[in-house]
């Protein structure tokens, strides 16, 4: 975990949390001056009216007005937009393509129809050249700021959008690539800010052609796109978009593209892209920024998209990726077609920026089964060039699924009118009976649930309570009365100072001993709670010579991270959990686990035991490294202190495992023998 960079990130947002982020919002009314000239013409011929292009000026109105409205704006940094360079706009576009868009607005109206349609949807007016340069240039304009720290993140609030456009053309609605432009600016221009490895997502509904392209060798930029595939026949069609597109030469494994087979996907399915691919990479890739192109295409009632994502499914997609980069990210628009979609979906998405107020929300249904079916795919496609994706999904997770009904067969979107997925409000009835609700998941059941409920999260509190875990004790907090401390807050006698217990105070739900093949020691001078004298560890290594006595409190994951944080930090700001469903995921293969955000507490190393009733034991010790330590003298094994020692004892002869005879001899063998 050390090199995933956790600390920083953990430690830096612990201590800046009591200030207000600072979210930067970029946007410039020139933007609007981009539209199609077809439109106007109703104006001039109404016999020729037709639909409005959806890549219209009002889209970045709605945005803009909608967060004024709501008073979002006026929390955020507001920028004005920015023209790029023409050297910046090199980085990853021919002098030729330049030139194209810088003189295209210039040019008269029947020239520039005939440049358009030598491309795929493409259309130019007298505004375009300079909307492409400010879109361009205020993405770079965000994104230095948020390197630089003076902001902690932002959204550029642009148009025309950028992922389709590719070196030397314009496509899909998209002049210059705005996000490509800035992830080469800050790598290639700013080496002085430090920025090394950039993670850029894509959940526009559409492929992220362009920027795959312009990334795919270079092993700096890990290229993530989620989007509508069909088997290739979903613009911009082909198989740029397939899931064997993974890079190449250097940059092979740093392009992940998650193809869906059909539409309808929603946010059971994205997250669940989110909880088995995208989180676990990037915790791996280690990014030391985002850059999302932010497209809301896949929003629900969007023209084009034909998928069903909820302005709170993106503020959890959104929310997930601030663990990363110490927060440090920066959305740009790109595709989404319907106004008001687009306008709650961004509002959504930089309350999440703010971080003012939790994530509300609940999930309707599983994911589709082709979902797990692509994310199979795709974790075996690149599992040699991440090891995280190794693993094959258990059965228990992949079986939560929703089947697929193919309702109306209506693939291309040819004109702009045609919602791809028209169906009559009785099939569209039937099909939400088909689809479980989400009020028929017994979450707090045994470890079936463990991903499936990161599936249904809010802020991480709210997910991580619907967890069970049996958290062991086998030092203090085998007494119960101490082990309560932690949890409702409070101090028993003996103890130095008072507990600030969990925000869920609730009881334990059920209590058990069992004996493990653990080597119980006690060791160093003196703790801030109990004074001088050594406390308890279990060697992290399993030894069937030994046994040890351990008392089983079922918990849920929330509280076991407020243990976690108060046995090895009295400061840390529990602004994201330290051992997450991720790491319940992968820590019954690795069996330990170290919170890097509290390594300089003894207790910070997380052991996974085993399962009793079908819920994962989770203990915390010292480091293996630390035991060897200890050996070596250095900071030497210690006997408890006698108030120590009598709380351990009385939680054994309180548990009924040992009479006082018999606990008083467990803990002085503990103590006494040679590690
Ligand atoms: N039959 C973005 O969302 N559709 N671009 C053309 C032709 C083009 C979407 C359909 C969709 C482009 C940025
Ligand atoms: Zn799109």
């Known amino acids: 975990m050390a090199s995933y960079g956790f600390n920083d990130q953990y430690s830096s947002m612990a ?22 000239p077809n439109d106007l013409l109703p104006l001039v011929k109404p016999d020729k009216a037709r639909e409005p292009h959806p890549e219209c000026p009002d889209r970045i109105r709605a945005i803009w007005n909608k967060l004024h409205s709501s008073g979002i704006a006026q929390r955020c940094v507001v920028m004005e937009g920015k023209e790029v360079e023409d050297k910046h706009i090199e980085l990853v576009h021919t002098k030729k393509h330049i030139n194209l868009i810088k003189n295209v607005s210039s040019t008269t109206n029947l020239r520039r129809e005939e440049l358009a349609n030598k491309y795929s949807s493409i ?16 993405v770079i304009e965000v994104a230095e700021k948020v390197a630089e720290g003076e902001l902690d993140s932002a ?21 210059y690539n705005n996000v490509a432009i800035a992830t080469r600016y800050l790598l290639d221009n700013r080496p002085d800010l430090g920025i090394k490895k950039i993670l850029i997502v894509d959940w526009d509904v559409h492929h992220g052609n362009g920027t795959q392209k312009m990334f795919w060798k270079d092993p700096r930029v890990l290229f993530f796109s989620v989007h509508r595939y069909d088997s290739g026949t979903f613009y911009p069609g082909g198989d740029d978009g397939s899931h064997v597109m993974t890079g190449d030469g250097l940059g092979k494994g740093y392009n992940i593209n998650v193809p869906w087979e059909h539409d309808r996907c929603g946010d059971a399915d994205y997250l669940a892209v989110w909880d088995h691919l995208l989180i676990p990479v990037a915790k791996e890739f280690g990014p030391d920024i985002i850059l999302i192109s932010a ?18 499914g993106y503020a959890v997609m959104l929310n997930k990726l601030l663990v990363f980069a110490r927060g440090k990210i920066v959305m740009a628009l790109e595709g989404g077609y319907n106004l008001d979609s687009i306008a709650n979906s961004v509002q959504a998405c930089i309350e999440v920026l703010l971080q003012q107020k939790p994530v509300i929300g609940t999930l309707e249904a599983y994911p589709f089964e082709s979902t797990w079916r692509v994310i199979q795919a795709v974790r075996k496609e690149l599992s040699s060039f991440w090891k995280t994706l190794a693993e094959r999904l258990p059965e228990k997770v992949t079986s939560m699924r929703t089947p697929f009904i193919q309702v109306v067969s209506s693939d291309s979107e040819d004109e702009y009118d045609n919602f791809p997925n028209r169906v009559s409000q009785d099939l569209e009835k039937d099909i939400d009976n088909v689809i479980q609700p989400f009020s028929d998941l017994k979450v707090n059941d045994g470890p079936g649930i463990t991903s499936q409920a990161s599936i249904i999260s ?58 493990f093949p653990h080597r119980l020691f006690f060791a160093r001078e003196h703790t801030a709670t109990w004074g001088p004298g050594g406390v308890a560890f279990l060697h992290p290594e399993s030894n069937s010579d030994e046994k040890a006595y351990l008392c089983l409190y079922r918990i849920t994951l929330e509280q076991f991270n407020d243990v976690l944080c108060q046995e ?44 009793e009733n079908g819920i994962p034991i989770l203990t915390m010790t010292c480091q293996l490294s630390d035991v060897d330590y200890f050996k070596s003298g250095k900071a030497s094994m210690c006997k408890p202190s006698k108030e120590y020692a009598n709380t351990l004892i009385r939680g054994l002869v309180e548990g009924k495992q040992l009479t006082e005879e018999e606990a008083t001899s467990y803990i002085q063998q503990a103590t006494n023998r040679p590690l």
């Open 15 to 36: 201590s800046d949390s009591s200030e207000r982020r600072r979210v930067g919002l970029i946007y410039d009314e020139r933007m609007c001056l981009h539209s199609d």
């Open 458 to 515: 809010h802020t991480w509190r709210a997910e991580l309570s619907k967890i069970d875990i049996w958290y062991a004790a086998f030092g203090s907090n085998m007494k119960l009365s101490r082990f309560l401390c932690y949890i409702a807050g409070g101090q028993v006698e003996s103890m130095r100072k008072p507990c600030i217990g969990s925000l869920d105070k609730s009881k334990p739900k059920e209590i058990k001993w069992e004996t």
């Open 568 to 611: 090895n930090s009295s400061s840390f700001d529990m602004k994201y959990p330290l051992f997450d469903m991720t790491d319940l995921q992968s820590i019954e293969n690795r069996k330990s686990f170290s919170a890097e955000a509290v390594k300089n507490g003894w207790y910070h190393n997380v052991l996974y035991l085993g399962k």
């Open 295 to 312: 497209g809301f295409d896949a929003a629900i009632g969007d023209p084009l998209g034909g998928c069903r994502v909820s302005p709170y």
């Open 123 to 138: 259309y130019f007016n007298e505004g375009s050249t300079e909307a492409a340069y400010l879109a361009a240039g205020s």
């Open 155 to 175: 959204f550029a609030i642009v148009r025309p959008p950028g992922h389709h456009a590719e070196e030397n053309q314009p496509m899909g609605f998209c002049l």
